[in-house]
C-alpha cells in the first residue's frame, strides 16, 4: 500500500510506521518535522502543520491514511478535503468520548456532547474525539475508529505506563493504591499499530473498544514485577488515605480511578475487537521492553506522569505508622 501517516515519529505513529515498513508497505508522513525529524530516512516526508499548512498535502492520493494527531474537528476536516482520492482512513480516538464511564462502556454508549464551542483539545479532549469521528466519517463512511484506553509500551512520553515498570525495577517498598482488586487495563502500542496497519490491507471498517482485556490492578502489577525483576514489596494503601495525603488519581499515581464516576473506564470489554483481529502480548512483556527502554536512555527528560519518591516514601512511613 500507499499509506499516509498524519504524524509517526512521536509514540503510536511511530510504532505504526515500523510495522507498516515491515509489512512492506510504502509510507509518506505529513508532519511538522519537530518530533525526531531523522526518524526513518527511508520514507518520503511532506513537512507542514494541519492548521493552515497543508500546501504539501494537497491533492495527494494514497491507498490508506492513518490519522494518529487530530484532536479538532476542524483541522481533521481541513485535512481531509486537502487530499485526494483515499481508500482507506483510519482515525485514532479514545475510549474518553463516552458520556459515561461509571460501567464499562460499550461501542454504542452514549457519547460525550460539547458543551460550548471550543478548540481547546486539553479542556474538552473527549467531546472534540466525538467530533472528530463525527467528521471523519461523513467524509469515509466505512473508516475504521479505533478508541483506545491507556496506551502503554517503548516511546511513551507521558510515564503513564512507564512509571510501574521502572519502580517496580527499582525495589522496595512500593506504594499501591487499594484495593488489590481494582480493574486495571491497557493497550501494548506496538499491538494497537499492529492492527491499525492489518486494518489498512484488509481495509476493516467500524468503530472498536480498543483495549486488552482487563485484569486486576494486583495480577497486572505482579505481572510487571515478575517481567522487570527487583524485590518490590507492594504496600496497599486505602484510597481516601491517598487522598488525604494529596496524591492525585491518574497521573500522578498510574492506574489509580478513585472517582465512582471513572469506575468502569478500566473494564471495558474488547471482544469486537478482538473477533475483529486485534491481538496483544502478555502485559509482561510490554515491561520488560519499556524498561530496557527507558534503560537505555531513550526515555523522554520530563515525564508528565508519576509519584515523586519523597512523597512515595513519606505516604508510606505515615501508612505503615497508623497501621
Same mark, same amino acid.
Given at each position: ?6 504524524? %509517526? ?16 508497505h510504502e509510507v509518506t508522513l505529513f508532519n511538522r518535522g519537530e518530533t525526531r525529524p531523522e526518524l526513518f530516512p527511508e520514507v518520503e516526508r511532506l513537512r ?12 495527494? *492520493? ?43 462502556? $460499550?461501542?454504542? =454508549? ?30 469515509? #463512511? ?19 505506563? =512507564? ?24 493497550i501494548d502500542a506496538r499491538d494497537l499499530a499492529a492492527w491499525i496497519v492489518l486494518a489498512a490491507e484488509t481495509e476493516l471498517a467500524g468503530t472498536f473498544n ?5 485484569? *486486576? ?21 486505602? #484510597? ?39 491481538? $496483544?502480548?502478555?502485559?509482561?512483556? $510490554?515491561?520488560?521492553? $519499556? ?14 506522569? %508519576? ?13 505503615? =505508622?497508623?497501621?
Amino acid at each position: 500500500m500507499q499509506l499516509l501517516v498524519l504524524g %509517526g515519529t512521536k509514540f503510536l505513529g511511530r510504532h505504526v510506521v515500523e510495522f507498516a515498513l515491515e509489512r512492506g508497505h510504502e509510507v509518506t508522513l505529513f508532519n511538522r518535522g519537530e518530533t525526531r525529524p531523522e526518524l526513518f530516512p527511508e520514507v518520503e516526508r511532506l513537512r507542514g502543520d494541519r492548521d493552515g499548512k497543508l500546501d504539501a498535502l494537497r491533492g495527494r *492520493s494514497f491507498d490508506a491514511v492513518v490519522d494518529t494527531s487530530g484532536y479538532v474537528p476542524r483541522v481533521v476536516r481541513e485535512t481531509i478535503e486537502a487530499l485526494g482520492p483515499v481508500g482507506h482512513y483510519t482515525f485514532v480516538s479514545t475510549i474518553s468520548v463516552y458520556a459515561d464511564c461509571s460501567t464499562p462502556p $460499550t461501542e454504542s =454508549s452514549p457519547l460525550l456532547q460539547l458543551a460550548e464551542p471550543t478548540e481547546d483539545w486539553r479542556q474538552a479532549y473527549g467531546e472534540l474525539k466525538v467530533l472528530c469521528e463525527a467528521t471523519v466519517r461523513a467524509a469515509f #463512511p466505512a473508516a475504521f475508529v479505533p478508541r483506545p484506553g491507556l496506551i502503554a509500551g517503548p516511546w511513551d512520553p507521558t510515564g503513564r505506563f =512507564s512509571y510501574w515498570p521502572q519502580r517496580l525495577a527499582e525495589g522496595g517498598r512500593v506504594l499501591a493504591p487499594a484495593p488489590p482488586d481494582a480493574p486495571a487495563q491497557v493497550i501494548d502500542a506496538r499491538d494497537l499499530a499492529a492492527w491499525i496497519v492489518l486494518a489498512a490491507e484488509t481495509e476493516l471498517a467500524g468503530t472498536f473498544n480498543a483495549v486488552d482485556r482487563s485484569t *486486576s490492578l494486583s495480577e497486572l502489577l505482579a505481572a510487571c514485577a515478575e517481567a522487570v525483576g527487583g524485590d518490590a514489596e507492594l504496600v496497599w494503601v486505602a #484510597p481516601q488515605f491517598l487522598s488525604d495525603e494529596g496524591v492525585g488519581e491518574w497521573m500522578e499515581l498510574p492506574l489509580w480511578l478513585h472517582d465512582p464516576s471513572y469506575a468502569g473506564m478500566l473494564a471495558v470489554d474488547p471482544a469486537p475487537a478482538f473477533a475483529a483481529g486485534l491481538v $496483544t502480548r502478555p502485559i509482561g512483556e $510490554t515491561a520488560r521492553d $519499556t524498561l530496557a527502554w527507558l534503560e537505555a536512555g531513550d526515555g523522554p527528560a520530563d515525564v508528565e506522569a %508519576g509519584l515523586a519518591r519523597d512523597k512515595e516514601l513519606r505516604i508510606l512511613d505515615a501508612w505503615l =505508622s497508623k497501621a
